[in-house]
């Protein structure tokens, strides 16, 4: 048969078969393939019947339907498997032709990836999608990374399916080199993690302390969404607290209060931690997860481990707006934070990053879609080399505004006994970032004093390090030099 099929995609799963659906709805000529065939027969026959999308049984049918360059596209998990296929399909393939991952792949292992497929004279994508099912069948998110020769070949069908904001533009564009695309895509679900969490805490203040019920809460959400807090998250927010199960009850209040993970947001914080950048509610919403996963423990806990009553008194609507400035105020501290991570990243991997372009490729699609990512756009449009969120205009002034609210909320939670992990770290990081003191001079002094690390002097230039010997017999040589 004459190659016609402009892209394959490989892995039949709901993000695979809708990006499919998607990529023929915008006149493209997609081959499904799948490791287990039959599902390309059940895909034809049923969700794919009357388009164009052709079906291939194996790995050399699916070539040889394929226009040059071959564009391949992997949606399968990420790890093994990934590398398996392009084992299978490195015999059947020529210079020049396209690989792509779209899964969830850790960056390092992309940047591996990229360079053994340019080893073997292929171009290699590593780009992350985001937008859940719904986004794949529409119009996510797409962050594409890897061999710059192949974003040309990609460009049209990338931008074609992805999501567009109000003026039309695309929320897709070229990242960078090697695993700039799912570094990118790996802090996106840091901060949806964040997110999340702040989502949570909010509603476990107005649940557990305010009393209020799935109902009423999912009014307070809807007005939320109708303002600044104006997201995804907080729509679906509204959505699930209206929704009731088959005997008319809330169906939430059924759900087993213990969250999974699949690794991005762990990913996200250990990669800040070999690069040094605080991320710290990023990480507390990691372990706000792990806590939550010890059920049987808390259940056994919460018998023997008491605290104060949780019912928080005084005017209910005044403290609810108090919640909705704490969730902004924090929000904006997740946000600088994973900012500040994909600058150092870019440093270190000497990638390009254009922010504000980040930021509207995140402004339609993906699950962190919201309008306060237009306020990042803009702040990066009118200061390309921002060094800090916070130190833009608006968003001073936002978290100026914000915090006595947000300062109430935590100091109520506290005395309540209600966890929010994610407000306080992002009021404690707000409050450290502004200190021009820091109790770190007495953290020298003491690791200096058990393990002669030295420390600098605030009346001696930066860079010029002392050792004291602070009990009279430690001696004087620092442990910079030697290596023991």
Excluded at 57 to 76: A, D, T
Excluded at 195 to 205: G, P, R, V
Excluded at 231 to 243: A, C, M, Q
Excluded at 476 to 483: F, K
């Amino acid at each position: 048969m004459e190659p016609k099929a402009d892209i394959a995609l490989i892995g039949l799963a709901v993000m695979g078969q809708n990006l499919i659906l998607n990529m023929n709805d915008h006149g493209f000529t997609v081959v499904a393939f799948n490791r287990t065939v039959s599902k390309v027969d059940d895909f034809l026959a049923n969700a794919a019947k009357g388009t164009n999308v052709l079906g291939a049984h194996s790995i050399e049918e699916m070539i040889s339907l394929l226009k040059k360059p071959r564009r391949v596209m992997l949606m399968v998990k990420a790890g093994q498997a990934v590398d398996e296929f392009i084992e299978r399909l490195l015999p059947h393939l020529e210079p020049g032709d396209i690989i792509i991952d779209g899964g969830n792949s850790l960056f390092e292992d992309t940047a591996r990836r990229v360079a053994y497929a340019e080893s073997k004279g292929l171009l290699y994508i590593g780009t992350g999608v985001s937008g859940g099912e719904d986004g794949a069948r529409h119009g996510p998110s797409i962050m594409p990374g890897g061999s710059a020769a192949a974003w040309p070949h990609v460009k049209a069908i990338f931008q074609g399916i992805a999501a567009r904001v109000e003026d039309g533009t695309p929320c897709c564009d070229w990242v960078g080199e090697g695993g700039a695309g799912h570094y990118v895509k790996m802090v996106h679900n840091g901060i949806e993690y964040g997110d999340m969490q702040l989502i949570c805490e909010a509603y476990n203040l107005m649940k557990t302390g305010l009393g209020l019920t799935p109902d009423q809460m999912r009014d307070v959400f809807a007005e939320w969404n109708k303002g600044e807090l104006d997201s995804y998250l907080v729509e679906i927010t509204r959505d699930i607290l209206g929704f009731k199960d088959a005997d008319g009850q809330p169906l939430v209040d059924k759900i087993l209060d213990t969250a999974g993970q699949k690794g991005t947001g762990k990913w996200t914080v250990i990669s800040s931690q070999d690069l040094g950048i605080p991320i710290t509610l990023i990480a507390e919403a990691v372990y706000a997860r792990c806590v939550s996963a010890m059920k049987d423990e808390r259940v056994a806990a919460a018998r023997k481990l008491k605290g104060p009553k949780p019912a928080i008194k005084g005017d209910h609507k005044k403290f609810i707006e108090a919640i909705r400035q704490a969730l902004y105020a924090s929000k904006i501290i997740s946000y600088t934070q994973g900012y500040m991570l994909m600058r150092a990243a870019a440093k270190e991997h000497r990638w390009n990053l254009n922010y504000g372009g980040i930021a509207l490729m995140w402004r339609g699609g993906c699950i962190i879609r919201s309008a306060f990512l237009g306020k990042i756009k803009e702040a990066f449009d009118k200061n390309a080399k921002l060094s800090n969120l916070l130190l833009d205009p608006f968003f001073k002034k936002v978290v100026r505004q914000c915090q006595r609210s947000w300062r109430n909320v935590v100091a109520v939670a506290a005395k309540k006994g209600i966890p929010v992990p994610a407000f306080s770290t992002a009021l404690a990081f707000y409050d450290a970032y502004r200190s021009e003191c820091l109790p770190a001079n007495l953290l020298q002094a003491q690791r200096d004093y058990f393990g002669a690390h030295t420390y600098e002097r605030v009346d001696k230039p930066r860079g010029e390090f002392f050792h004291t010997n602070w009990t009279g017999h430690g001696g004087t040589t620092a442990s910079g030099t030697y290596t023991a």
